[in-house]
């Protein structure tokens, strides 16, 4: 399986820079999802990895050979790259089945009778669909659709699979079974996989590694545990997670240098680091995961529930803090009347600070003065 590289790749058009300045090395076998708001480039990156769009500047490799140099001046053809590429609407032939849909670009290529059927076949029961090859697109489910483009794209064996948002016409409960389909898939091919979404559950459950872009800039690439747990800025730590981390800005004065006094008009906190504080604390911000703000009978500090959501495995609290909003993930069937008074605290060493450009600093604990 291929090794790809994206050196200094930018895309405009006319004035409008889609992608800026990006690099990106995608390991042998690595699932990679891109992700970001709408508008933030990944589509156009994925089509600059397949060829179907060319970059201003900058240079893509794959498996070493450079398949475009704005530099050099090369350009090699989508069909010369060696990826198979899966579209969000499925595109099949309404007019041939299961079976000819597969066959097809394996009847391009000049492929033996037999061997087109030996391929057919194999993918048939790798996707799970042996029962259908002679059904039309028109008498299968949407799930059924996109397994039969999936069989059709790797029916080729292209050395990298790229996919833009694939799963976006499914239902919910169809994702999660076609989420499960996908990892498998991965795992038995050994293929590179590059996939597009702007849903965070799909790239953190899929990937090894997500790539988050927002205007057309590299925010953070890292493993999705990475991303969610340490991530390189306020973009990212709002961005990932549902609901969304507690985000508060403080002003801050050292007590030494892994210690120091953070304070809010709604609150005061001691806050203890892992590593050395930044230099620069007149403006810092705070961040906390709703898992990691703890409902407790001792200590903390009170707070209002402005809205109680349970929902059978977790509950979600919305608290009111002054002018603060907190939100509270409860695992289990709980429940808090609205505008009754409870208490949290903040979970120990899962505090996260960032510095005054909103640059992730460092992580540690804290308690309410």
């Known amino acids: ?38 508008g933030c480039g990944k589509t156009t990156t994925l089509r600059q990895i397949a060829g179907l769009e060319m970059p201003t500047s900058g240079e893509i490799l794959i498996d070493d050979k ?32 299961v079976y000819r849909n597969i ?32 059904r039309y697109p028109a008498e299968l ?53 590059v996939y597009v979404t702007h849903d965070q559950l799909e790239a953190m459950t899929l990937a090894t590694k997500i790539c988050l872009l927002d205007k057309g ?4 690439y890292d493993p999705p545990l990475t991303v969610y747990n340490r991530p390189a800025n306020t973009f990212v730590a709002d961005f990932v997670g549902n609901p969304t981390m507690n985000i508060i800005k ?46 407790t009978e001792h200590g903390g500090i009170k707070v209002k529930v402005d809205t109680s959501l349970p929902s059978g ?11 603060v909003m907190l939100s509270c993930v409860m695992i289990g069937s709980v429940d808090y009347p609205s505008d009754s008074l409870i208490s949290v605290l903040f979970k120990d060493e899962s505090v996260l600070m960032f510095d005054k450009a909103g640059k992730f600093a460092t992580s540690g604990s804290v308690k309410f003065i």
């Open 1 to 38: 399986m291929p090794h790809i590289e994206l050196r200094n790749i930018t895309k405009k058009f006319g004035d409008f820079v889609a992608v800026d300045n990006l690099s990106l090395d995608i390991k042998d076998g690595d699932f990679i999802t891109l992700l970001g708001p709408s």
């Open 66 to 97: 450079v398949v475009f140099s704005s530099e050099k001046a090369i350009d090699v053809a989508p069909k010369d790259r060696g990826v198979g590429f899966l579209f969000q609407n499925y595109a099949l032939w309404p007019h041939m089945t």
């Open 103 to 134: 066959a097809f670009g394996l009847e391009n290529l000049k492929w033996k009778k037999q061997d087109v059927d030996k391929r057919v076949k194999e993918l048939l029961k790798l996707l799970k669909i042996e029962e259908f090859p002679d």
């Open 141 to 193: 489910s949407g799930g059924q659709q996109q397994r039969v483009a999936i069989a059709r794209t790797l029916a080729t064996n292209p050395r990298v699979l790229l996919m833009d948002e694939p799963l976006s016409n499914l239902d919910a409960k169809l994702r999660m079974e076609m989420r499960a389909e996908l990892k498998r898939l991965h795992h038995e091919t050994g293929a590179t996989f």
């Open 217 to 220: 800039y590299l925010q953070q």
């Open 250 to 295: 403080f002003s801050g004065k050292r007590k030494d240098d892994h210690t120091a006094i953070l304070s809010h008009k709604s609150m005061t906190l001691e806050y203890a680091s892992k590593d050395v504080l930044p230099a620069d604390l007149s403006e810092v911000t705070i961040g906390v995961r709703p898992e990691n703000v703890l409902v």
């Open 313 to 323: 495995m977790e509950t979600i609290l919305n608290l009111k803090l002054d002018d």
